[in-house]
């Protein structure tokens, strides 16, 4: 969470107010060095054109939610970040309150997760087209290396009529770099008939170069008669499928390969780290092996989505080896066959602790801001009763509204001291269904006298002075709060709060009450 002042409504060029340590360990700079500074005076935009597209959002939508924008940090490495802004008044200056989120290590990982659907897509669609092709041709070469005869399939594999290559030395369309290659292998075979298959590269019609692998066999005479394949698209899809593999053995994710019954046949090695099993300890068994008796049944209807061409993701809980559960996110895919058949089901899982913990976090932030911007709002109204009535006991009236609201207290009192007397008298009441006539001063009083708070979290607890609360028990209070009531230095009265149920005291509303107090 980071606060900017925009003093001049323009919250790329505004001064910074104030800034938390989350903001200073993800931008790397000093409070001292961002206090008073502006965005565009540290850089903190890497591309500038940012800013004006920024404040046109702004300017038309008034509220700004997860704008991914990229910061710079004092080291000069690119953040990539979520901003939320909200514009908020604070004594009676207009500010933006902005809530930065780093979404770096979310983006690449999402870019690393689509290069890698990308690349199987990419494999995939190469093996296919590799085994849509027919990979044969036939031919006969003389005892000199020149093509004797060549099957019609020549036309599709290396681009040249029959015709056009008869006659012509085999050796002259072989790639250079491979001729010394096939020599040593035709030298080595000149006692066998049978030449074991053998790769190199030819020179297509068109000028590129193309794969063949051979397998032929040598006549008495001296003649060859050979069958080709073409086997380019093979070797690149071999080489995708040595990259997709490695994508596979590398990736933070779990991923399982399924037979179509829904048994492990591979096990990758963050599976591993994730659920603890070793891949011959999960290879071969049954996938519901990783789900809580209680899930079983969901793990099941999941594989039928996937086996009906589903393409299905949930986030549910696994349980580890170990039995700790984690909170996962599962996606699940059906693997085909040449023929466009299903054979298996590819599955994704995904640890999602972290992202929950960061959606928790969130939450709680803007739980946080929202609490803090209805404080800010009391306070500005107060302010305006202040200056806009005379009469002090509408403005107790609005301070005891704003706390009772803030705090979810039950009754709120507000007691003014008469300077004569030293009597505190009630001045206004919120939640009392009867008011009584005569303040129980012993706590009050005492508040005014010190001048100090008292917090009384349990009444009935042993270690409570009784004196003073008989009233308050009576009435059914289990928890008492009071404060001074300050004007220009002098106490003036006391703001009491009351409550059936213990008070939070892990919130900030005490800082309300006297804040409100305060005013």
Not at 182 to 193: D, K
Not at 373 to 394: E, F, M, P
Not at 468 to 482: P, V
Request: with cysteine; charged share 20%.
């Amino acid at each position: 969470e980071i606060t900017y002042g925009d003093w001049s409504s323009d919250v790329c060029s505004s001064d910074l107010v104030d800034v938390n340590p989350c903001f200073l360990a993800l931008t790397g700079y000093e409070r001292h060095e961002v206090t008073g500074q502006t965005s565009q005076s540290l850089r903190l935009l890497q591309r500038p054109g940012d800013r004006a597209e920024y404040l046109e959002k702004l300017h038309e939508q008034h509220t700004l939610v997860d704008q991914t924008l990229a910061l710079r940090h004092k080291s000069g490495d690119i953040i990539d970040a979520s901003i939320s802004t909200v514009p908020v008044t604070f004594q009676g200056e207009s500010c933006l309150v902005h809530l930065i989120r780093d979404v770096t290590s979310e983006r690449r990982a999402q870019q690393r997760l689509e290069a890698s659907e990308q690349a199987a897509r990419t494999a995939a669609a190469e093996l296919q087209r590799t085994l849509d092709q027919s990979p044969d041709m036939i031919v006969s070469l003389n005892a000199e290396g020149c093509f004797l005869a060549v099957s019609a399939a020549c036309a599709r594999i290396v681009g040249y009529r029959p015709d056009a290559l008869i006659g012509q030395p085999f050796f002259r369309y072989i790639h250079p770099e491979d001729r010394a290659y096939v020599s040593s292998v035709i030298a080595q075979a000149n006692n066998q008939q049978e030449l074991h298959a053998v790769q190199h590269r030819f020179r297509h019609h068109d000028g590129h170069t193309i794969w063949l692998e051979w397998s032929s066999i040598r006549h008495l005479d001296g003649t060859y008669y050979g069958v080709a394949r073409d086997i380019t698209q093979q070797r690149a899809a071999a080489e995708d499928q040595a990259f997709l593999a490695a994508i596979v053995r590398t990736s933070t994710d779990a991923i399982l390969g399924l037979s179509l019954d829904g048994d492990i046949r591979s096990w990758n090695a963050s599976a591993e780290r994730l659920f603890g099993y070793t891949a011959a300890e999960a290879i071969g068994q049954p996938v519901t092996m990783l789900a809580p008796p209680e899930l079983t049944a969901g793990a099941l209807e999941f594989i039928q989505q996937v086996r009906a061409g589903e393409r299905p993701t949930m986030e549910t809980t696994r349980p580890t080896r170990s039995g700790t559960r984690i909170p996962v996110q599962i996606s699940g895919a059906p693997i085909y066959d040449a023929a466009g058949h299903p054979i298996g089901i590819s599955k994704i899982v995904q640890d999602i602790t972290t992202r929950r913990e960061t959606e928790r976090q969130i939450r709680h932030l803007n739980s946080d801001l929202q609490r803090k911007v209805g404080h800010l709002t009391s306070l500005r109204a107060i302010d305006q009763a202040i200056t806009s009535s005379l009469d002090l006991r509408v403005t107790l009236g609005l301070v005891l509204n704003s706390i009772t609201a803030q705090v979810n207290a039950d009754a709120a009192t507000a007691l003014l001291l008469t300077p004569q007397t030293n009597a505190l008298t009630y001045a206004a009441v919120r939640g009392l269904t009867t008011v009584p006539r005569h303040a129980d001063a012993t706590l009050a009083g005492r508040i005014a006298l010190t001048r100090t708070p008292i917090i009384l979290n349990d009444l009935h607890h042993p270690n409570v002075e009784h004196s003073g609360i008989t009233n308050l028990l009576r009435a059914g209070f289990a928890a008492y709060a009071g404060v001074p009531l300050i004007a220009r230095g002098k106490v003036v009265g006391v703001i009491e709060v009351l409550s059936r149920e213990p008070l939070d005291t892990s919130a900030d509303w005490i800082d309300v009450i006297q804040t409100l107090a305060s005013q």
